[in-house]
Every structure is written in C-alpha cells, then in structure tokens.
C-alpha cells in the first residue's frame, strides 16, 4: 500500500505564500510522476502542476510564474506558491504515478487534500 501525505495548506492573504509538502510512503518501487490537483465547490478536479521523472514540469496556466514545484528525491514534492489570489482558494489533492514492484503497472494515488484559502 502506497500512502500519500500531504501538508502546508492553510489561509494566506491576497498576495501571501504558502508551500505545499507532499511525502509518499509505503512499497514504493519508484516513482513515475508528482504533482497536485485543486478543486473548488461544484468545479472538476483541475491539474495545477505536475512533475516527471527525468522530464519536465507542467504548470496550469493561471499560476505558471508564480508557483513553483520541486521534487525532493525519492518520494516528496514540494509546491511552492507566491503571489497567491483569491482564486487560487481550493482544496489542493497530491497525486503520484507509482510502481511497487518493478514488473508492476503503475497506479495512481492520491492524498487526502489540503485547504489553501486566500482571503482579499
């Protein structure tokens, strides 16, 4: 079993910063991809960031310049976010592609969220 924890939300205001940690644990035989997914009330799930192995980060539009997210190796990422708006305000879910064995397909896990509000 793969655990996902993650830490750092909370409220800030317009303008402020936050960092997110996300630590994965458990039978990790490596790790494919990291990243976070926001979601507000009534709104799909939306990428914000993610980071590949040997590749490239993706960041989402809205926020490319103004977050930042790192990969502490093995299995913890970090998204750091400046500069933060109001409607940045969701609940923010790490996600990571993961393989337990080395013949095994990877699966995707996810943590439980965290709350990041912004307030004006």
């Known amino acids: 079993q793969v655990q996902l924890v993650e830490s750092g939300g909370g409220l800030v205001q317009h303008g402020g910063s936050l960092r997110l940690s996300c630590a994965a644990s458990?039978?990790?035989?490596?790790?494919?991809?990291m990243g976070w997914y926001r979601q507000t009330p009534g709104k799909q799930r939306e990428l914000v960031a993610n980071?590949?192995?040997?590749?490239?980060n993706y960041y989402e539009d809205s926020v490319e310049g103004r977050f930042t997210l790192s990969r502490d190796y093995p299995n913890t990422v970090h998204l750091q976010m400046n500069s933060l708006k109001p409607e940045d305000t969701a609940v923010y879910y790490c996600?990571?592609?993961?393989?337990?064995?080395?013949?095994?397909?990877?699966?995707?896990?996810w943590g439980q969220g965290t709350q990041v509000t912004v307030s004006l």
């Open positions: 458990g039978s990790i035989f490596s790790i494919d991809f």
């Open positions: 980071i590949i192995s040997g590749g490239s």
């Open positions: 996600y990571a592609g993961v393989k337990t064995t080395q013949n095994s397909p990877g699966h995707e896990y």
